[in-house]
């Protein structure tokens, strides 16, 4: 990696533990929607991801988010997915992205279109999600398109990907075929239970993997036992120890500072698991409480790359 890559890029190379967090674009045609959250995480993350029409539904590109954020401050990283867009279109966006302040990548397959607000739509998948690293990286690392182009001033994005380290049953291979094809960081699934995700690591540092890719643990800043029970049973992955469910509604009126201080607990917790590089906090609109389990885990402010 080189410091010309980005912020987030510099920081990975020092072993600085990082945070990022995301800002959903709205279903606006309006941009400061998008600045405004940013401007309030100036400070608190190294990078914010940018979404790609989340649940399948249709939002202002991830495109123009990325400008928006790039202007308040913050570096973007340009989630997208291979779910909507041929090669053509997936090309244009790699390089329209890094014209307009993106400096990392997050490739996914996309939800299935049945669950958003365009059950009707044609699903592309012109490329699967790792043919969709596999181009970013040719374009990276070889300056040409999938065609054989040549590519001036080529963009040079951190390359990253998901993964669900609670799946039932967990597949490393799929992670590896990922990290083949070019991807060097892991953003996963929102984790509570970080005795799975120590037994997870495990499994992955025998395998080699945090010797080829750094890793964020994915968390959301709990609020009350109704939330924490939701993601467990909706969310594919996601598990929320009993403990935590029954303290949030023990809580009362209090089940927002409990759930927070929990959260600043698991942060503190995967800080120590071997090959985590750091957390994506999710603020699920509630940027809020972002700030706050950044504050309570000690990682404000945050460093300078």
Same mark, same amino acid.
């Given at each position: 990696?080189?410091?010309?890559?980005?912020?987030?890029? +510099?920081?990975?190379?020092?072993?600085?533990?990082?945070?990022?967090?995301?800002?959903?674009?709205?279903?606006?045609?309006?941009?400061?929607?998008?600045?405004?959250?940013?401007?309030?995480?100036?400070?608190?993350?190294?990078?914010?991801?940018?979404?790609?029409?989340?649940?399948?539904?249709?939002?202002?590109?991830?495109?123009?988010?990325?400008?928006?954020?790039?202007?308040?401050?913050?570096?973007?990283?340009?989630?997208?997915?291979?779910?909507?867009?041929?090669?053509?279109?997936?090309?244009?966006?790699?390089?329209?992205?890094?014209?307009?302040?993106?400096?990392?990548?997050?490739? =996914?397959?996309?939800?299935?279109?049945?669950?958003?607000?365009?059950?009707?739509?044609?699903?592309?998948?012109?490329? $699967?999600?790792?043919?969709?690293?596999?181009?970013?990286?040719?374009?990276?690392?070889?300056?040409?398109?999938? +065609?054989?182009?040549?590519?001036?001033?080529?963009?040079?994005? $951190?390359?990253?990907?998901?993964?669900?380290?609670?799946?039932?049953?967990?597949?490393?291979?799929?992670?590896?075929?990922?990290?083949?094809?070019?991807?060097?960081?892991?953003?996963?699934?929102?984790?509570?239970?970080?005795?799975?995700?120590?037994?997870?690591?495990?499994?992955?540092?025998?395998?080699?993997?945090?010797?080829?890719?750094?890793?964020?643990?994915? =968390?959301?800043?709990?609020?009350?036992?109704?939330?924490?029970?939701?993601?467990?049973?909706?969310?594919?992955?996601?598990?929320?120890?009993?403990?935590?469910?029954?303290?949030?509604?023990?809580?009362?009126?209090?089940?927002?500072?409990?759930?927070?201080?929990?959260?600043?607990?698991?942060?503190?917790?995967?800080?120590?698991?071997?090959?985590?590089?750091?957390?994506?906090?999710?603020?699920?609109?509630?940027?809020?409480?972002?700030?706050?389990?950044?504050?309570?885990?000690?990682?404000?402010?945050?460093?300078? +790359?």
């Amino acid at each position: 990696m080189s410091a010309g890559r980005g912020r987030l890029a +510099a920081l990975l190379e020092t072993g600085e533990f990082i945070v990022t967090s995301e800002v959903v674009p709205p279903r606006s045609a309006s941009g400061e929607i998008v600045a405004e959250r940013a401007r309030g995480l100036v400070g608190y993350v190294d990078a914010v991801n940018v979404t790609d029409n989340p649940t399948a539904s249709a939002h202002m590109s991830p495109l123009a988010g990325a400008r928006f954020v790039a202007a308040a401050g913050l570096e973007p990283t340009m989630q997208i997915t291979a779910r909507d867009r041929n090669r053509l279109a997936l090309t244009a966006d790699l390089l329209g992205g890094w014209a307009l302040g993106a400096r990392n990548l997050m490739c =996914l397959s996309g939800d299935p279109l049945h669950i958003g607000d365009h059950p009707d739509a044609v699903k592309v998948d012109d490329l $699967t999600v790792n043919e969709l690293v596999a181009l970013a990286r040719r374009l990276r690392d070889e300056g040409t398109t999938l +065609a054989g182009a040549e590519v001036t001033d080529p963009p040079a994005y $951190t390359i990253g990907v998901a993964d669900v380290p609670l799946a039932d049953p967990y597949d490393p291979a799929r992670l590896e075929a990922k990290l083949d094809a070019g991807a060097e960081l892991i953003w996963t699934q929102i984790g509570y239970d970080v005795e799975a995700l120590a037994a997870w690591a495990d499994l992955l540092e025998a395998r080699g993997v945090f010797e080829r890719a750094k890793v964020l643990v994915g =968390l959301v800043p709990l609020r009350s036992a109704a939330q924490a029970s939701f993601m467990a049973d909706k969310l594919p992955g996601v598990r929320v120890p009993d403990r935590f469910v029954e303290a949030l509604r023990n809580a009362g009126e209090d089940a927002e500072r409990v759930g927070t201080q929990l959260t600043v607990e698991v942060v503190n917790a995967v800080r120590h698991l071997p090959g985590v590089t750091g957390v994506h906090l999710m603020g699920m609109g509630r940027d809020d409480l972002v700030r706050t389990v950044v504050e309570g885990a000690d990682l404000f402010p945050r460093p300078t +790359a």
